[in-house]
């Protein structure tokens, strides 16, 4: 599998990955919790493809997602970050990529993932950009072209894992919840609604997606200047 290496000189609003720059930090240890606790999830099966989402935009996932990407790959497995938010794109940011290239083009065949997939600075970590955003992401989403990739991925990835839009702004992460191993569901303290939290845990439990934790994001810690991420199963 041939991989590309597509740095952007031209990106410049570059998500912090606290795990990458600062691997020994307070919040860097509570990503590798969250690790554990998704690896302890399930004791019939492993985990092999994830979801993080939110209920509303600015609550963190990206961020989190991320984050966890480079935890997953610092464990020596082959992870692959993908960026299924079509509509509103970010990852490529993170990673300083281009995207021009990515799964739009992989689901309508117009590239093998071989040719859209970036590696990293993080070694075993590789990125699906979203590519050129669709009319029509969530038909994308569930389409057999999507099940087809997801069997390929597989094959050459220990770790899947996605971003994708808020539950409670479009459909296409409950599309997608029904077809992941585990849904992980980021809220802001102080920003998300109880009742949009409890509403978006409905709907990814209609999707029958499997719902394995929260993590609270921006709670500040009393009496420490750090704020830290947590999960809760």
Same mark, same amino acid.
């Given at each position: !599998?041939v991989?590309?290496? $597509?740095?952007s000189?031209?990106?410049?609003?570059?998500?912090?990955?606290i795990t990458?720059t600062?691997?020994r930090?307070?919040?860097?240890? *509570?990503?590798? /919790?969250i690790r554990?606790n998704i *690896?302890?999830?399930?004791?019939?099966?492993s985990?092999?493809?994830?979801?993080?989402?939110?209920? +509303?935009?600015?609550?963190? $996932?990206?961020t /989190?997602?991320a984050?966890?990407?480079v935890?997953?790959?610092?464990?020596?497995?082959?992870?692959?970050?993908?960026?299924a938010?079509?509509?509103?794109?970010t990852?490529? =940011?993170?990673?300083?990529?281009?995207?021009?290239?990515?799964?739009t083009n992989?689901?309508?065949?117009?590239?093998?993932?071989s040719?859209?997939?970036?590696?990293?600075d993080?070694? #075993?970590l590789?990125?699906?950009t979203s590519?050129?955003?669709?009319? #029509?992401?969530?038909?994308?989403?569930?389409s057999?072209? !999507? @099940?087809e990739f !997801?069997?390929?991925a597989?094959k050459?990835?220990? !770790?899947?894992?996605f971003d994708?839009?808020?539950?409670?702004?479009v459909?296409?992460?409950?599309?997608?919840? #029904?077809?992941?191993?585990?849904?992980?569901?980021?809220?802001?303290s102080?920003?998300?609604?109880? @009742?949009a939290?409890?509403?978006?845990?409905e709907?990814?439990?209609?999707?029958?997606g499997?719902?394995?934790?929260v993590v609270?994001?921006? $709670?500040?810690?009393k009496?420490?200047?750090? =704020?830290y =991420? =947590? +999960?809760?199963?």
């Amino acid at each position: !599998m041939v991989l590309k290496t $597509k740095k952007s000189k031209q990106v410049t609003n570059k998500r912090n990955l606290i795990t990458l720059t600062n691997s020994r930090s307070p919040i860097s240890e *509570q990503y590798r /919790t969250i690790r554990t606790n998704i *690896q302890f999830s399930s004791v019939d099966s492993s985990i092999r493809s994830l979801m993080v989402t939110s209920s +509303g935009p600015g609550e963190g $996932k990206s961020t /989190t997602i991320a984050n966890l990407a480079v935890v997953f790959a610092q464990q020596d497995k082959r992870v692959l970050l993908i960026d299924a938010d079509m509509r509103k794109p970010t990852v490529h =940011y993170t990673f300083q990529l281009q995207n021009h290239m990515g799964l739009t083009n992989v689901l309508t065949k117009q590239s093998a993932i071989s040719e859209a997939v970036n590696k990293t600075d993080q070694e #075993n970590l590789f990125v699906l950009t979203s590519g050129p955003i669709p009319p #029509n992401p969530a038909e994308l989403l569930g389409s057999k072209a !999507m @099940e087809e990739f !997801m069997e390929t991925a597989y094959k050459e990835f220990d !770790m899947i894992l996605f971003d994708t839009p808020p539950v409670l702004a479009v459909t296409d992460a409950q599309i997608l919840a #029904n077809k992941c191993d585990g849904t992980i569901l980021v809220v802001s303290s102080g920003k998300t609604e109880t @009742e949009a939290a409890v509403k978006t845990k409905e709907h990814l439990q209609a999707a029958k997606g499997k719902l394995l934790g929260v993590v609270l994001n921006q $709670k500040k810690v009393k009496d420490s200047p750090y =704020y830290y =991420y =947590y +999960g809760a199963n």
